[in-house]
């Protein structure tokens, strides 16, 4: 219920009509300090349903609610905005929390005016003090500023009316090295937070004309002159009854520095991938495509980078067998890697290359690359396959050589040679005692005469014994015999004491 005011007149009854529906609250303060009437409005922003609850005078007010200032200062004394009221002051949005009697906490944010209803004589009848309940807008604007203080992304608050920076967070601060005392209240004009920018004008355009500033690249310069490059943006916002900009930044500097290091490396491994002694090749792991070659691969090859570049491997005939090439990119497809992967090459002009390739899966600029060595052994097989020859031809007769000559013979032919037994319990008595002769440097007609044996039984023997042993020449059966302790006696190897 709220007390009436008195009814003089029938405009006064008209004007207690309207301030009751009012969503703003009015109390009515007569000059001797009585509260007089208040509206319900004005009732429900302090909690109470009657005027007795709000109090029947100023002082009973002041005993029942604290005021206090937004910086926590208590409103005491002349400062009370009844009393200022009353003193004849008209007030302006003042802005104070609320705090009943009994609790510590603000349950309210009122923004108060006040003005004086004169009688006929110009005498003050009512002193009016008009309530805002502002509690919902100081609350989202206390989590605009604890979410604005806390967000780690760089932001800074220009008031449009002067161009000043009215708020500033920890991110700006840190990015920049400026404090709080160095930017709040200065202008765009001294911090030039769109120095440098791609379309400066537009923004400024823009920001005069309180609108949304797309992105883009700028540079901040901190207090020591040192230039720091950003993504800025700006966005119209609110604070209280002020249009403002809110900008926010990204640095790039980081990103900077990453692609200065990547540009960096790229140009190493461009450098080093064309120096390269060894033919190298890079292609696109998807599709095998060739994207680039080396100086060392055109020499080898006889192709020039304009003849394999955007063309596959097939397309230009580079491998000599399809079978092994396809194994090849089936081994780098399933693990990633390949090495020391023995095949032939074909150059441009038809010559075969003897080559070990060795490759390898590279992210090159964003894409999935092969990055592929090819080391031509040619010369050396070519080497190998004549010390064989020699040895074989040498080896025809092995009679005179000694035991010791025999395996260092069989070891250049095959260092990686075993010393096991096996396969020799395979073999016939009658095929160990040809085996023996062959290892004396017998032919087989010397060998049919020793044994007194047809000539084809011999071969025939011969044949066998190179099918057990997997040897397909005179010389390579008497270098296994050798390896595996076989003597030309046909006696088997020794056996170790297994009681021992």
């Not at 007390?3 to 303060?29: D, M």
């Not at 790039?252 to 520095?257: D, T, V």
């Not at 057990?468 to 015999?481: L, N, P, Q, T, Y």
């Amino acid at each position: 219920m709220t007390t009436l005011i008195p009814q003089r007149t029938a405009e006064q009854r008209h004007l207690r009509e309207i301030i009751a529906g009012l969503t703003e609250g009015v109390i009515l303060v007569s000059p001797d300090r009585s509260i007089v009437w208040a509206n319900d409005a004005a009732l429900a922003m302090h909690g109470v349903e009657r005027i007795e609850d709000l109090g029947s005078t100023v002082d009973d007010y002041q005993r029942r609610f604290e005021l206090r200032y937004r910086n926590n200062h208590k409103v005491t004394g002349e400062d009370h905005p009844m009393n200022r009221t009353l003193s004849g002051e008209t007030l302006a949005d003042v802005v104070v929390e609320v705090i009943p009697k009994g609790m510590v906490e603000p349950q309210w944010i009122h923004r108060i005016r006040s003005l004086i209803l004169s009688d006929a004589s110009d005498q003050p009848e009512f002193l009016v003090l008009v309530l805002h309940d502002a509690t919902e807008r100081f609350e989202a604007e206390e989590r605009f500023e604890t979410t604005f203080r806390a967000n780690p992304a760089p932001a800074i608050i220009t008031r449009i009316s002067d161009l000043r920076y009215v708020k500033v967070n920890t991110g700006f601060l840190e990015m920049t090295g400026y404090t709080r005392e160095d930017v709040i209240g200065r202008s765009v004009y001294e911090i030039d937070i769109l120095d440098r920018a791609e379309k400066k004008e537009q923004a400024i355009e823009r920001l005069n004309e309180w609108r949304t500033i797309p992105q883009m690249e700028a540079v901040l310069k901190g207090p020591d002159g040192a230039a720091k490059p950003v993504v800025v943006a700006g966005q119209p916002i609110e604070i209280g009854d002020e249009r403002c900009m809110l900008f926010t930044f990204m640095d790039l500097e980081p990103r900077k520095k990453a692609e200065d290091a990547l540009r960096q490396s790229e140009e190493r491994f461009s450098k080093a991938f064309r120096l390269a002694p060894v033919p190298t090749m890079i292609s696109a792991l998807d599709s095998f495509q060739i994207l680039d070659v080396n100086d060392a691969f055109v020499a080898a090859t006889g192709y020039t980078a304009e003849q394999v570049v955007a063309r596959t491997a097939p397309e230009i005939g580079l491998w000599a067998s399809a079978d092994l090439r396809a194994k090849f990119e089936h081994e780098l497809r399933q693990t990633g890697t390949v090495r020391s992967f023995e095949s032939q090459l074909c150059t441009r002009e038809g010559a075969t290359l003897d080559c070990i390739v060795s490759a390898d899966t590279v992210t090159i600029q964003g894409r999935a690359c092969i990055l592929s060595a090819m080391q031509d052994i040619t010369a050396r097989k070519r080497s190998e396959t004549e010390l064989i020859e020699a040895i074989e031809a040498v080896m025809q007769d092995t009679s005179w050589f000694s035991r010791t000559v025999i395996d260092k013979l069989a070891n250049l032919r095959n260092p990686n040679r075993s010393h096991t037994s096996s396969h020799i319990a395979d073999l016939t008595a009658r095929e160990r005692d040809v085996l023996a002769l062959i290892c004396k440097g017998l032919a087989d007609k010397e060998i049919a005469g020793r044994l007194d044996l047809s000539n084809s039984t011999v071969r025939n023997c011969v044949s066998s014994i190179y099918r057990k042993i997997d040897v397909k020449r005179r010389s390579a059966a008497v270098i296994w015999a050798h390896e595996h302790g076989f003597t030309a006696d046909g006696a088997l190897p020794e056996q170790p004491d297994r009681r021992s």
